[in-house]
Each structure stands twice: as structure tokens, then as C-alpha cells.
């Protein structure tokens, strides 16, 4: 298995639903040691890790990714041993039912459940064609009590997350969960594994940061304290090249490479910094796309107005089926962005 497969498959097996990000943290925190000077953990749980530049009174450049996947936490307990969940982060709830549902537990406990419906057998005809609700929704865990689920280790404000393994399917597409935003935790660990070795004139900080999904938190506190000079955010963003879509409402397509953010619902990028980006990619003869405005929204707004404001910037890795529990990505357009993202690191 390649490296790049090996880093994708880890991080996207991790548990780390917004505000539990300890077990993928532990994860990177392994992967990027031996390539970076210093690692400390702030009060929030950002992983932040310094590589010193060589030479004094360098600017500091910023290259963040965030930790935090979408999940649910459990919300109630009924008498009868039926959970109900609330959804952290943005779910589309007509594509919760029937999943495998992993509640884990504060010894660690993995606790399967899956997330029950009616049978269309006993619905009115007139509920058949309705949408779900968050609030209808429930998890079936076995237990048929609350004292059961209880002696299972279930309590209110657990986290739990919709859990099916990392696989490729082909040579170039690999599927699993959380791609956004743990290809961007990938390329950014590979990013570190690939200047090992190499001078560079600034002192870099890679953040890895935390619930992103609820609020761009842990960006927001990260920035403050690591106050760059230049800041670089990695995603996995919007990729909706598939039927039915039109192409002006495709913010990216698989195959042609990192994304480059020219504007979103959060942040409009100075021209100077994609002027940058595009310019290294073609200098390095590596394929990218402007990411189409203004869909979604990244941790850049969060670093762009931290303190004083910061030029900041976003490279973003195509990932079909978003905030989902099967997201999917190309091979080569996670090779392109970990180039385009190493050499942005060289060159800036």
C-alpha cells in the first residue's frame, strides 16, 4: 500500500466527532513526529507542529487542516431502550435512515447500533413521499431498556457517527468516511512527510484543527496564537460532477485536480494569493481548478480576520458525497494537491 493510501485509510477509519478529536489526533500526532521540530496541544484540542526555517527573522506561514468529522450525540434515552440523536454538524437527514450508527462510550466502547424506520408497509400512502426529520429519527442499539442501555455504557452526550470502513474501489477512487476534512489532514501530513529533509525560508506551523464543522473553533483560537504571516487552509470540498447536475453548480470536478478558492460563503480571497497558487501549480506543471463561488464556507474565514487579518488562502481536494456516510475522492487529484501544497510551502 502506498503512503498516501495508508495516511487516507487511518485518518478516515479515526473517530473524531467535532469536540472528540482526541483518537484522530493521536493518529496524526504519530504520522507527522519525526518531521516537524515541536508538537504542543492547546486548551481547545488543536494539534499544533512547528518545522523552524533556516534563517532568522523568517515569516511564519500556516498551513491548517481541520480534525473534525460530522456526527450525532445522543440526545435521550427512552424507557424502552430506543436512543434518540441530534446531529453535529450540517447531516441531510433524508439520507440518515437505516445506517449503521457507532456511539463510543467514555472507556472507549464502540456501541453499534443502526438508525430505525418505518416500514413503508404501515405508513399512510401520503407519508411515503415525506422527507425525514432529525426529531422523528431514533437508534436501535438491542438494548430494551434505559437501565440496559445504560449497562452498555450509553449516556446522554455521547458522540456517535454513521461508520463504514475505508476501501478502494479502483485504482483511482478510494471511498470512506469524513474525507472532509481528513483528506486535508492527509495531504497536510504528507505535505510535512514530503519536505523532510529540505530547507525552507519560513518557519512553518501545520494546525490541525478542531470542530470546524460547528463553528470554525479551534481556526479561530489556533490563528490567534500561531499569528502567521501567510496562512494556507486544505479541505475536502463540494465535488458534484454527476447527473443531473448542471455545470455552473459543480464547485468542482474530479480529475482536474486542487481546487483554489476565489470566493465562498465565508471569505472572498485576496487576488494576490491565488495569483500565487495558480502560478506555482504552472510552474510545476500541476493540474488545478478554480474552486466555482460561492458554495460552502472553510476555516480561511476564521484565519483571514484573526487578529489584524492575515492573507490567507484555500486548496481544496475534490471529494464527492460530502456529509455523507460514503465520501469519495480521486487518487491522483490527492497526489496533485499534497504537490501543489508541498511546493506552495517551498515557494512561498
Known amino acids: 500500500m502506498s503512503k498516501s493510501l495508508e495516511v487516507l485509510q487511518a485518518l478516515s477509519d479515526a473517530f473524531g466527532v467535532c469536540g472528540f478529536e482526541d483518537e484522530?489526533?493521536?493518529?496524526?500526532?504519530?504520522?507527522?513526529?519525526?518531521?516537524?521540530?515541536?508538537?504542543?496541544?492547546?486548551?481547545?484540542?488543536?494539534?499544533?507542529?512547528?518545522?523552524?526555517?533556516?534563517?532568522?527573522?523568517?515569516?511564519?506561514?500556516?498551513?491548517?487542516?481541520?480534525?473534525?468529522?460530522?456526527?450525532?450525540?445522543?440526545?435521550?434515552?427512552?424507557?424502552?431502550?430506543?436512543?434518540?440523536?441530534?446531529?453535529?454538524?450540517?447531516?441531510?437527514?433524508?439520507?440518515?435512515?437505516?445506517?449503521?450508527?457507532?456511539?463510543?462510550?467514555?472507556?472507549?466502547?464502540?456501541?453499534?447500533g443502526v438508525v430505525g424506520t418505518t416500514p413503508p408497509h404501515v405508513l399512510p400512502p401520503a407519508d411515503r413521499e415525506k422527507g425525514h426529520r432529525m426529531e422523528d429519527l431514533f437508534l436501535d442499539i438491542g438494548a430494551t431498556s434505559a437501565a440496559e442501555a445504560a449497562a452498555m455504557g450509553v449516556r446522554v452526550g455521547l458522540p456517535a457517527v454513521i461508520a463504514y470502513p475505508f476501501e478502494q474501489y479502483t485504482e483511482q477512487f478510494v471511498t470512506g468516511k469524513g474525507f472532509d476534512d481528513?483528506?486535508?489532514?492527509?495531504?497536510?501530513?504528507?505535505?510535512?512527510?514530503?519536505?523532510?529533509?529540505?530547507?525552507?525560508?519560513?518557519?512553518?506551523?501545520?494546525?490541525?484543527?478542531?470542530?470546524?464543522?460547528?463553528?470554525?473553533?479551534?481556526?479561530?483560537?489556533?490563528?490567534?496564537?500561531?499569528?502567521?504571516?501567510?496562512?494556507?487552509?486544505?479541505?475536502?470540498?463540494?465535488?458534484?460532477?454527476?447527473?443531473?447536475?448542471?455545470?455552473?453548480?459543480?464547485?468542482?470536478?474530479?480529475?482536474?485536480?486542487?481546487?483554489?478558492?476565489?470566493?465562498?460563503?465565508?471569505?472572498?480571497?485576496?487576488?494576490?494569493?491565488?495569483?500565487?497558487?495558480?502560478?506555482?501549480?504552472?510552474?510545476?506543471?500541476?493540474?488545478?481548478?478554480?474552486?466555482?463561488?460561492?458554495f460552502g464556507g472553510t476555516n480561511g474565514r476564521a484565519v483571514q480576520l484573526s487578529r489584524d487579518g492575515v492573507l490567507a488562502g484555500c486548496v481544496s481536494l475534490p471529494v464527492r458525497y460530502i456529509h455523507s456516510p460514503h465520501s469519495m475522492l480521486r487518487l491522483d487529484d490527492f497526489e496533485h494537491t499534497v504537490q501543489l501544497v508541498t511546493a506552495f510551502a517551498r515557494e512561498a
Not at 504520522?31 to 507542529?49: F, K, S, Y
Not at 506561514?61 to 445522543?74: N, Q, R, S, W
Not at 519560513?202 to 473553533?217: D, I, K, M, P, T
Open 182 to 294: 481528513r483528506g486535508g489532514c492527509a495531504v497536510l501530513v504528507r505535505t510535512l512527510q514530503e519536505l523532510a529533509g529540505q530547507e525552507l525560508d519560513v518557519n512553518l506551523a501545520a494546525v490541525f484543527s478542531v470542530s470546524e464543522e460547528v463553528g470554525l473553533v479551534g481556526a479561530t483560537t489556533a490563528t490567534y496564537q500561531v499569528q502567521p504571516d501567510i496562512a494556507l487552509v486544505l479541505e475536502g470540498t463540494i465535488c458534484v460532477d454527476t447527473p443531473g447536475t448542471p455545470p455552473a453548480r459543480q464547485p468542482t470536478r474530479s480529475g482536474k485536480g486542487p481546487a483554489i478558492t476565489v470566493a465562498d460563503g465565508g471569505q472572498i480571497v485576496r487576488a494576490r494569493m491565488v495569483r500565487a497558487l495558480t502560478s506555482i501549480g504552472d510552474r510545476n506543471g500541476i493540474p488545478w481548478q478554480y474552486k466555482l463561488p460561492p
Open 24 to 112: 484522530v489526533r493521536d493518529v496524526v500526532r504519530t504520522m507527522i513526529e519525526p518531521h516537524v521540530d515541536e508538537m504542543r496541544v492547546d486548551t481547545l484540542g488543536n494539534l499544533i507542529a512547528t518545522r523552524k526555517g533556516s534563517g532568522a527573522d523568517l515569516p511564519t506561514l500556516m498551513i491548517d487542516a481541520h480534525l473534525d468529522e460530522i456526527g450525532f450525540m445522543v440526545q435521550y434515552i427512552e424507557d424502552n431502550g430506543f436512543i434518540r440523536f441530534c446531529a453535529i454538524g450540517g447531516w441531510d437527514a433524508r439520507i440518515i435512515p437505516s445506517h449503521a450508527i457507532t456511539i463510543v462510550t467514555d472507556d472507549g466502547r464502540r456501541v453499534k
